[in-house]
Every structure is written in C-alpha cells, then in structure tokens.
C-alpha cells in the first residue's frame, strides 16, 4: 500500500487542524454557514436530515491494520447520536411501514448506530457522528494518514483502481503511482475545487476492467500500443444515477506521461462549459451527450495549447513516477507464506461450512433469506463454533454419511 511521505504526514495533519479552527468559528457565529458549508464539504462532511455523514477516502483500497484499528475506535466511540434523536429517527423510519418477507412474515427495520460502511468507491463511510465531535474525528485520522479531503464536494473525488492493483494476474500495469499522481495533482487543485458538480476518475491497469471505468467521469484503461508502448485508453462522460451513461472514448492511445496534461483539458473545458443552472444536469456526462464531437474538439484544442503554448507542465517524468511507484512497499512477511495460506484456506472452509448450516436453518425459521448473501453475512460476523458434523455436512440421525455422499459435499466444497 502507500507509504505517506512527511509532506503528505504534515498536509494531512495541517488540514485537519485547520477544519478544527473552521469547526470553532462556525459554533462562535463567526463563520456564516453559507461559507462554512463547502469547507466542510471538501473534509468529507455532510449534514443530513438528522445526524452528519463523515466519507473517509480509502486510496486504492488498501488499508493497513493500524488504520483498521482506528476507523473501528470512531465507529465505536463517535458514531452514537444522543438518545432522543435516534428515537425520534426511528419514529420516522417506521412510518414506512414493514418489510414483507416471502414466507408471509415481517420484518420491521431498525436503524442501527456504531456501524462504519464500505462504499463501491473505496470510501468508508458513518452516519451518526455529531457535528461538534468533527474535528476529533478528524485529529484520529490524521493520526493513522487518513482523512476525507474532497470526498464530497464539486471537485475532483477519490480516484479509484482496480481493487487486485499491484497483485493482479492479468495486470498490463499497476495503476497506483499514476492514481497517485492524480491525487496530488488534483487534491486543493485552485481551478477545480468548485467545478460544475462532482468529478469521479477511475483507473484500470488490467485486461478485465474491475473498476468500472464507463460508469464515471473519467475512466483510464492502461495497454499497449503495437509496438509495445504504454499508454491509456481514456473514456469520458459516463455515470449512473438518474441518467446512466456508458463512457465516450475520446482517446484510443495517449502516451502514459501526458495523462495529466490531457486530464487538465478534459476537466478545463468541462469547468468552463459545464452547466450550473440545474443540479440534476450538471455532470459532465449530460455535457458530453450534448455536445458530441464538439466537446472531444475542445478537448483536443486545449490539450494542444498546454502542450505548445504551456510548454506541458504536468508531463510525467520517469524520475517522478519512479519516486510514486517507490512509495507502495510490499507488506514484509514475518512467517511462511505456505503454512499461512494453507492456515487462511482452512478459515475460509470453516466458515462456509458453519455459514451454511445458519442461513439454512435461519431459512427455515422464516427469519432470513435463503441466499449467498446471507451465508457471506455470516461470515463477517465471525460466528462461534457450529454443531459437530463429519466431511462438511451434519451427520443425520447420527449416522455417518455413505461413501458416495462423503464424495459428493468433499467436491462440493473442498
């Protein structure tokens, strides 16, 4: 994963401590909440309807067990609402009536507190912590170099890889250091913190694309020319939402060190023809199926003018990418990695095993779904030892399985 810098260390740490001071005039009254909205906005804070939701970026998806640690302490100790206004959040959520289930019963849905959620793109995300505990929240994270710089906000948002990144079989290359770079070009970035709406980049380095490059805004897909050059395949303008959109190709080949030269036209030209008038029509994706052809054009013209007229000042050097590629150091492994997959694949056996004996016996109370999800439901919550059983099912009657039935579950689940 990547190792922070001192500079990164210090940056983390000089934001969070300058929301803190942002947080203090803000309950003094001498911060308007208009001004106050977008910065805490760009610290990963929203404010809904009864309690903030903090996003905290998970770059690449990679966390070390420190940062585990921690980010179970907030849940834990900072995502509690006070008493009365969960109760009265719960009044709300069961005007909604309850859940039908298939087997004719009901379930009533209860919020639940103490809880961090993993998002689709590498974010996790709480739901309960008070606004005036913010700023704690945020001194915890920069403590472990986490932190929720623009997660949320009209700017640039975390940019995403392909979870297998750096370890994948079929990876042309690790697309880490050029998402890195990104990140550090685009974090505070003066002409794109207050684009039309949210921008969202993810980068595929292998031959399967895992990171859903057509749905965002942009989408990279590392490969290799015919001669055998690295380069991206950049696609633009997709997205889901109200108005799903499978990404533009706008770019076949691009030379791998002018990405962010091209990615600066890309979202220059957008900041500046993108609409403002109407939220719901703002992303780049209705700006690219409007115009067509015109938009890749502009692109085009303004990516020739960083090149020729700036002279491509966001060019990567081979010495710049080697010094972001030395940055994600491999794990040291304290013990044989022979003994400790075969310790892992035995955990994981066990754990369908005893999964499956629950979701079918909770099936046949009527009180889960029968389904893959409730078996991999079981398994994160790490349950205790099942009932004793013999080649991976319960004995019945107490008798052992016959020789055919020990072969079959055997190659059902080895």
Not at 140 to 150: E, Y
Not at 336 to 344: C, F, G, Q, T
Request: proline share 5%; glycine share 8%; net charge positive.
């Amino acid at each position: 994963m990547y190792q922070y810098t001192e500079f990164d260390r210090q940056f983390v740490k000089a934001r969070a401590s300058q929301y803190r001071d942002q947080l203090t005039r803000w309950q003094a009254g001498q911060l308007p909440e208009d001004e106050f909205r977008p910065l805490r906005l760009q610290n990963g804070w929203y404010v809904q309807r009864y309690a903030p939701m903090l996003r905290v970026a998970v770059p690449y998806g990679e966390l070390s067990s420190a940062q585990l640690r921690v980010l179970a302490k907030i849940a834990r100790e900072y995502d509690q609402p006070n008493a009365a206004l969960l109760e009265d959040a719960q009044a709300t959520q069961d005007k909604l009536g309850a859940i039908p289930l298939k087997n004719g019963q009901s379930v009533h849905s209860k919020l639940t507190t103490g809880y961090a959620h993993f998002t689709t793109r590498q974010n996790v995300q709480y739901n309960w912590i008070p606004l005036d505990k913010s700023a704690d929240v945020m001194d915890l994270l920069a403590s472990v170099n986490m932190h929720g710089i623009q997660t949320s906000g009209n700017c640039i948002r975390n940019i995403t890889s392909d979870e297998r990144a750096g370890i994948a079989v079929d990876e042309i290359a690790d697309p880490r250091p050029f998402g890195e770079i990104m990140r550090q070009w685009s974090t505070l970035h003066p002409e794109f913190s207050f684009l039309p709406r949210k921008f969202k980049i993810a980068i595929s380095g292998a031959k399967e694309d895992r990171a859903a490059i057509g749905w965002h805004d942009v989408g990279l897909q590392l490969l290799r020319n015919a001669e055998g050059e690295l380069g991206f395949k950049v696609l633009v303008g997709g997205g889901m939402g109200r108005t799903p959109i499978i990404g533009t190709v706008i770019r076949e080949f691009l030379p791998w060190n002018q990405i962010m030269n091209y990615l600066e036209a890309v979202v220059r030209v957008y900041n500046r023809y993108g609409r403002r008038d109407n939220i719901y029509k703002a992303r780049i994706k209705i700006l690219v199926k409007a115009e067509g052809q015109r938009y890749i054009d502009d692109v085009e013209a303004e990516y020739k003018q960083i090149i020729e007229h700036d002279g491509g000042p966001h060019t990567i050097t081979q010495a710049e990418y080697d010094r972001v590629a030395a940055c994600f150091v491999e794990p040291t492994l304290s013990c044989d990695h022979k003994e400790a997959d075969a310790k892992i694949a035995h955990i994981l056996r066990c754990g369908r095993r005893r999964c499956r004996i629950r979701s079918l016996a909770a099936a046949k109370r009527g009180t889960a779904p029968k389904s893959r999800f409730a078996c991999r439901d079981a398994v994160l919550q790490a349950p205790g030892p099942g009932p004793r059983r013999r080649h991976g099912g319960p004995a019945r009657h107490g008798r052992r399985p016959g020789r055919a039935l020990q072969r079959r579950r055997s190659a059902r689940d080895p």
